[in-house]
């Protein structure tokens, strides 16, 4: 394939347990993807954290295994970008050295230094300025006020504050630079103005030497350095491109472009990227409003912190029996478990669960919340747990989509992005119980699309990012509501809505 001369574009996807990469031709085809999974450092006292050095040694591992199996010459490939969890906060010093575990998002150490900010800026304040109706944990800010208030000596030697996508930017070109979508929800960036809130940086005791450069998506920002390119097995002719915070760029890897679309996206976490053309600061809404990687769009972000990590919590903890048979029959752990739920009926013969293993997102916020599960008896079986998870994640994305059509905000069908989407009685379980037809895509790791397309419009490989869509998009399968299903999916929805309720004064 060396004499092929069609230019590739390479696309990361930086997950909270995974990295994953695919390899896209000029022509939008899908040639090879790579991926590979890791633990998170976490305990029961709300500490979730991660060696940032893991990031770059699996991102190297995943483009050499892309270029390995592809046999693509490497100085072919024209760019890189990057789709990137977000809120991952992670210190340098002076030398570009981590100076501490990067504090990952699902982290809620921070929950005192939340108040304090919402304490001093109010929450409509902040709405105006950063899009977000809650003062969270999560929140990169809190973090660095924490950082400030507990790690003095580290908080004094801190040379650069970046987020996961930002600091694979920095490993391959050493330039520091991040963009619009990913520093949303920091708490310390004007969505509107496209600029940093100084108000907040001053509070937090920080400068914005201490940040990166501000640059849309899709911009080219340097060649990879000598010591990248040895790293990763590319050239140093490659460009890297700025991308974009995994749900919009998982929204455009889906055609996701144009307002009132909507994607949902169920990895690990679960969030929804409904698309706008200017952002929202109504307080009532209960949800995140951030920049989309579409330069000049908004994005609304119903979330939760715990969708399919419960899943793999399970399978992990519960389900080593089926890794062990799996492994004999050439399948999946996930695939043996979910034929177990399928012999359960709709609502798991009155189990119910709340997925909230790291706190609940949208519309609660509430990071004290913790996973339940509730109505067991002797006769239930394994499948009635997995039912009960499946059942418990779609219940969470129905109670955010019923608050946005109170707020006029109407959906007519649903993307389903992320591992979840191929999971077949999970993507009925979703149409049934809102009542929405869902779409799934040929490509699951949409994300990795999206950072793909962003990396062929920076280097001119995509003309637009409508052709780029056009190429790289296809449908795969419609799950159309059961009408029967929907009816006895009101009382499983009604059960996991009073069980919250009756135990929000536990927490």
Not at 262 to 289: F, H, Q, W, Y
Not at 290 to 306: D, E, N, R, S, V
Not at 309 to 315: E, G, I, T
Request: aromatic share 8%; glycine share 10%.
């Amino acid at each position: 394939m060396d004499t092929d001369k069609v230019n590739y574009i390479i696309g990361i996807d930086a997950g909270t347990t995974s990295i994953k990469g695919v390899l896209v031709n000029g022509e939008g085809k899908l040639i090879m993807s790579a991926g590979q999974e890791y633990m998170l450092d976490s305990d029961s006292n709300d500490i979730c954290e991660l060696d940032p050095e893991i990031y770059w040694n699996i991102t190297c591992l995943v483009i050499r295994e892309i270029l390995g199996k592809s046999g693509i010459n490497p100085a072919l490939v024209k760019g890189i970008a990057f789709s990137s969890q977000g809120e991952t906060l992670i210190m340098l010093d002076s030398k570009g050295n981590p100076l501490r575990k990067a504090i990952i998002w699902l982290d809620n150490r921070s929950g005192k230094e939340a108040k304090q900010l919402e304490d001093k800026f109010g929450n409509k304040h902040i709405m105006d300025i950063t899009g977000q109706p809650e003062v969270l944990p999560l929140w990169p800010a809190t973090r660095i006020l924490w950082l400030r208030e507990n790690e003095p000596e580290i908080f004094l030697r801190v040379s650069k504050y970046l987020l996961v996508g930002d600091y694979l930017m920095f490993r391959l070109t050493g330039e520091y630079c991040t963009e619009h979508s990913l520093v949303s929800s920091s708490l310390y960036f004007d969505i509107s103005k496209k600029i940093w809130w100084n108000d907040m940086l001053d509070f937090l005791g920080i400068t914005v030497n201490q940040l990166p450069s501000l640059l849309p998506s899709g911009t080219i920002v340097n060649h990879l350095t000598p010591e990248a390119a040895n790293a990763t097995g590319l050239t140093v002719n490659t460009f890297t491109v700025t991308g974009g915070y995994d749900h919009p760029a998982g929204a455009i890897g889906a055609g996701n472009i144009e307002p009132g679309m909507v994607t949902l996206t169920i990895g690990a976490s679960m969030a929804m990227c409904v698309t706008l053309e200017n952002p929202v600061s109504d307080l009532s809404l209960k949800l995140s409003c951030q920049c989309h990687t579409i330069p000049g769009l908004y994005f609304l972000l119903p979330y939760a912190q715990t969708a399919g990590l419960v899943l793999k919590w399970f399978r992990d903890e519960f389900g080593k029996e089926e890794k062990e048979i799996a492994g004999q029959l050439d399948t999946d752990a996930y695939t043996l478990l979910i034929r177990q739920a399928e012999q359960v009926s709709i609502g798991a013969d009155g189990l119910t669960m709340l997925p909230h293993l790291m706190g609940t997102g949208s519309p609660e916020f509430n990071p004290k919340v913790k996973g339940v599960f509730a109505g067991i008896t002797l006769g239930m079986q394994k499948g009635h747990f997995i039912r009960a998870i499946l059942e418990a994640v779609v219940a969470s994305i129905e109670r955010n989509l019923e608050l946005m059509s109170r707020n006029g905000i109407q959906i007519k069908e649903i993307h389903v992005l992320g591992g979840g989407s191929r999971n077949s009685l999970w993507n009925q379980i979703l149409a049934d119980m809102t009542g929405i037809p869902v779409v799934t895509m040929s490509q699951s790791e949409n994300a990795s699309i999206g950072a793909a397309i962003l990396a062929g419009i920076g280097t001119g490989v995509f003309k637009d990012t409508a052709s780029a869509c056009a190429s790289c998009n296809r449908t795969e399968r419609l799950f159309e509501p059961d009408i029967a299903a929907y009816d006895a999916y009101r009382e499983v929805y009604k059960r996991y809505l009073d069980l919250y309720k009756d135990l929000e004064n536990y927490w």
